[in-house]
């Protein structure tokens, strides 16, 4: 049974910074693709980072560009996002997902439950 568990989340205050981390176990890591998504309140889910399974190729959504870094470690099952310059908006749930090629959103199909991340003003 594959299983992604967030951790790093909670409370900052705009312009801080936050690491996430994501354990994932009941699959073989190196061959899965792995990203990043968050959903805010009365919004869609939407891809933050993700990254491909070496971990050279990686893709991020430009509201986020120059200040997240998404990464993985494929010795410890583990990948990452780095956060920084964070913004109020950008409060929302964050979820890890693992995926099998793609970098579409929808070709994501195991999911963590989620961790919050609240950006106060």
């Known amino acids: 049974q594959v299983q992604l568990v967030e951790s790093g989340g909670g409370l900052v205050q705009a312009g801080g910074s936050l690491r996430l981390s994501c354990v994932a176990s009941?699959?073989?890591?190196?061959?899965?693709?792995l990203g990043w998504f968050r959903q805010a309140p009365g919004k869609e889910r939407e891809t933050v980072a993700v990254?491909?399974?070496?971990?050279?190729?990686?893709y991020y959504a430009d509201s986020v560009k120059g200040r997240f870094t998404i990464s993985r470690d494929n010795a410890k099952n583990t990948v990452y996002l780095q956060m920084n310059n964070l913004k109020p908006e950008e409060t929302a749930v964050y979820y890890c997902?693992?995926?099998?090629?793609?970098?579409?959103?929808?070709?994501?199909?195991?999911w963590g439950q989620g961790i919050q991340v609240t950006v106060s003003s």
């Open positions: 009941g699959l073989t890591f190196s061959n899965y693709v």
């Open positions: 990254v491909s399974r070496s971990g050279r190729t990686t």
């Open positions: 997902a693992a995926g099998g090629g793609s970098f579409n959103l929808p070709d994501f199909r195991s």
